[in-house]
């Protein structure tokens, strides 16, 4: 189905997701690559060596859990957008997910948006945390969002909620 | 008339990328380009590429359109704007016109054709109605004049570049309904879709627009899904009102250039089309003119600058400018395409390259 629709299954979402027992210990990132095409700059990225492509670059990135501090400079350097940040550890209640998002106007700290799947569905409303631009981000910015833990899975993008109606 | 060493047409990333090694090499370089302005298919390309350091990826498009533009200033590279090279002659001789009011005769030692390739376009009813159009102009609106396209758009095509245009339309507030594409499969990178998907975007795979419709502008398409073996299925035919049809089928090489000059051509499918045959310097069957990115085979920028090194090299080489680490340089370049090429991703450009190889020899 994947190669129909660009819809990653729920298995294959989770076999990219790190164990829960690293993500309730912080924030760490969860590389979305399902195929192999040509491609390194995460691996080039990485401040800390956390993900390895190696010799070909139409190897898929593996992350290496262990190393990776949550820091995010990947996820705004991924030209697939493939990349978002996961985090379990600071509440019972809820996780915290950083997406990358290049639309326009970006979210503000304390708004509610609407979290939606990876099929663009509406999961649940969702907190603003941070929405952060900075140059170095080269126009992908990053918005840091607080869904409910058992949607830590299920979310994948967000949406303004239309003022209006 | 205007004698120099080396003449380049072209002035996209395979051109520029020619220019710049052959200068560097030594080579006195004249680039013919017939838009305003450098760049080529990079100036609309507000995303990140792919690839590796080496060819600029996760660098934004139109920003590689700059990096190159700062490298060419360096050199003894000599551009000329608004000039479309309109023949090469037997005798080695270029024609030009330079804003549709002069004409200009070249006489260079030798040639690189950089002209890209040209958007392919689609048979079906009512496919002349105004909002029926390629997805390239489409970009180019957008992206390059900053003029809103369309309100409702419908995409034909799930490669790269219908994936990536419905993406930008997106992000220019523009609707994108859904996204057709005949194959059984998205033929882009399943990253881009997941990008479009996650928006909400169906994409389609089985479908084809059975006809356009609308009196004197698109107002709606039809479209139909198809059968394992391409045929629309009766019954399956749903109407989607939009104002705009983009048509993203693939590209076609622009290779008339070197068909007048006689160099031998042939259809390689996994190309693009009609292609030249080329050696591995790059060189066609005339000798000292060469080729180098998507007009010998639709790929992608980072090939193109990676093959329009190589031309470079070799065209300065041929012009008695031998770098002194000329095989270093030459393994180097060579090794990069082949990481590009080497996945599954890239194994329609090697089938179609084996068969695109000339044996000067032979
Ligand atoms: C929507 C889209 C998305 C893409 N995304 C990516 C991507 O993510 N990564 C990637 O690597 N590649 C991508 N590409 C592909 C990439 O842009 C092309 O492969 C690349 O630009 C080819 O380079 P080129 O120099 O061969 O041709 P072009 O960029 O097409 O340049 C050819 C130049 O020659 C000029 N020219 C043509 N004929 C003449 C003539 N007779 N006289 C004078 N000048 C002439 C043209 O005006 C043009 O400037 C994308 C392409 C599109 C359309």
């Known amino acids: ?165 | 008339m205007i004698t120099c060493e080396l003449l380049v047409i072209g002035a996209g990333p395979a051109g520029l990328c020619s220019a710049i090694t052959a200068a560097k090499s030594g080579a006195s370089v004249v680039v013919l380009e017939r838009s305003p302005d450098i760049g080529g298919q990079l100036i609309k390309q507000t995303h990140m590429f792919f690839g590796s350091k080496e060819q600029h990826a996760s660098t934004r498009g139109v920003d590689i359109a700059e990096i190159l533009r700062e490298e060419i200033a360096r050199y003894d590279i000599k551009l000329m704007l608004d000039t479309t090279a309109l023949g090469i002659y037997e005798d080695g001789m270029v024609t030009a016109l330079y804003k549709e009011e002069e004409y200009m005769k070249f006489k260079p030692g030798a040639i690189i054709v950089a002209t890209g390739a040209c958007e392919r376009f689609l048979a079906f009813p009512n496919n002349d109605l105004p909002g029926v159009c390629g997805a390239g102009a489409v970009q180019t609106l957008m992206n390059v004049y900053g003029i809103m396209p369309a309100k409702d758009v419908v995409m034909l095509g799930a490669g790269n570049i219908g994936l990536i245009v419905s993406y930008q339309l997106m992000q220019a507030g523009v609707n994108v309904k859904c996204i057709l594409d005949a194959a059984p499969k998205i033929g882009g990178y399943l990253v881009h879709a997941s990008k479009v998907a996650r928006m909400g975007v169906p994409i389609k795979t089985s479908h084809t627009v059975k006809r356009a419709i609308g009196e004197d502008h698109l107002t709606a398409v039809e479209i139909v899904a198809l059968d394992d073996k391409f045929n629309q299925i009766p019954g399956t035919e749903e109407i989607i009102p939009a104002d705009t049809l983009c048509v993203s089928v693939g590209l076609t090489p622009l290779c008339e250039l070197l068909a007048m000059a006689g160099c031998k051509l042939s259809y390689i499918p996994q190309l693009g089309g009609m292609v030249p045959l080329k050696t591995g310097e790059y060189e066609t069957s005339v000798p000292n003119i060469f080729v180098a990115g998507d007009t010998s085979g639709v790929e992608e920028a980072s090939a193109a600058m990676v093959e329009g090194h190589i031309a470079g090299l070799c065209a300065a080489k041929r012009l008695g400018h031998i770098p002194e680490d000329f095989d270093a340089q030459y393994s180097s370049l060579n090794r990069q395409l082949m990481a590009l090429r080497s996945g599954p991703a890239g194994e329609h450009i090697r089938q179609g390259l084996a068969s695109a190889c000339l044996n000067k020899e032979a």
């Open chain 1, 1 to 165: 189905m994947f190669e129909k629709t660009g819809i990653a299954s729920p298995e294959m979402v989770l076999e990219k997701f790190p164990p829960l027992s690293r993500i309730n210990k912080g924030k760490v990132a969860v590389l979305e690559c399902y195929r192999r095409i040509p491609c390194n700059p995460c691996e080039t990225a990485c401040p800390f060596g956390a993900i390895e492509i190696g010799e070909d670059i139409n190897n898929m990135p593996i992350l290496h859990a262990d190393k990776c501090s949550g820091c995010g400079i990947c996820l705004t350097r991924c030209p697939g957008l493939a990349i978002m940040i996961v985090d379990t550890s600071a509440s019972e209640e809820y996780a915290e997910l950083t997406l990358p998002y290049e639309f326009r106007p970006l979210p503000k700290k304390g708004d509610t948006v609407f979290a939606l799947s990876r099929s663009g569905e509406f999961v649940c409303e969702a907190l603003v945390l941070s929405a952060l631009n900075p140059k170095s981000f080269d126009r992908t910015p990053a918005v840091r969002i607080r869904v409910p833990k058992k949607h830590l899975y299920d979310v994948r993008n967000i949406a303004l909620i239309d003022k209006e109606g």
